[in-house]
T-cell receptor, first 115, second 111 residues
């Protein structure tokens, strides 16, 4: 089965450090999403791309978060500097924008702990 | 008001029971609807799309009521393996492609 691959699986870092999370979408998928999940807020959309162009990053704290797609096989989410409140599971998902009725596929997530 | 609202549960039912979840959405222009399932410490996985005419997949039936802006999921003959969190998901505007998730309804199926 085709999979969305996220790295690292787990990350523990100290407050103030830079964190970079990576996502390899399913080959051929042109839409990529970054979500954050916490117990309190549930799944929140941070940013998404279509054909590598950012469409909406309004859910992302702009002062410390940045999302990019340097090429069609890689999406990155960077936090600099990290804070304890950023602790969450970060999911990447990909899909085909022309087939929204089929939903999207999620990666297994990056569990981030900022101490 | 949240864009997608669900009863968090938990719904605690015996094996073999029928259980139903509802979900309401605020944007009447929403076009696509889904149910996702999320197991503990795992990623969400697509369970089924929800079509205007309603659709069934084995023991699972999904229905959409556009007039009242709610979506339902019915699970018949519950299995222990159905224990999970069920997420209601809406694509709020057809051209945006993004998915908005409800906070999920937790289901516990007991022996």
């Amino acid at each position: 089965d085709a999979r969305v691959t996220q790295t690292p699986r787990d990350k523990v870092t100290e407050m103030g450090q830079e964190v970079t999370m990576r996502c390899q979408p399913i080959l051929g998928h042109n839409t990529v999403f970054w979500y954050r999940q916490t117990m309190k807020q549930g799944l929140e959309l941070l940013a998404y791309f279509r054909n590598r162009a950012p469409l909406d990053d309004s859910g992302m704290p702009k002062d410390r978060f940045s999302a990019e797609m340097p090429d069609a096989t890689l999406a990155t989410l960077k936090i600099q500097p990290s804070e304890p409140r950023d602790s969450a599971v970060y999911f990447c998902a990909s899909g085909l924008s022309d087939t929204t009725n089929y939903g999207y596929t999620f990666g297994s997530g990056t569990r981030l702990t900022v101490v | 008001r949240k864009e997608v609202e669900q009863d968090p549960g938990p719904f605690n039912v015996p094996e073999g029971a029928t259980v139903a979840f509802n979900c309401t959405y605020s944007n009447s222009a929403s076009q696509s609807f889904f149910w996702y399932r999320q197991d503990c410490r795992k990623e969400p996985k697509l369970l089924m799309s929800v079509y205007s005419s309603g659709n069934e997949d084995g023991r699972f039936t999904a229905q959409l009521n556009r007039a009242s802006q709610y979506i339902s999921l019915l699970i018949r003959d519950s299995k222990l393996s159905d224990s999970a969190t069920y997420l209601c998901v809406v694509n709020p505007v057809d051209s945006s492609y993004k998915l908005i998730f409800g906070s999920g309804t937790r289901l516990l199926v007991r022996p």
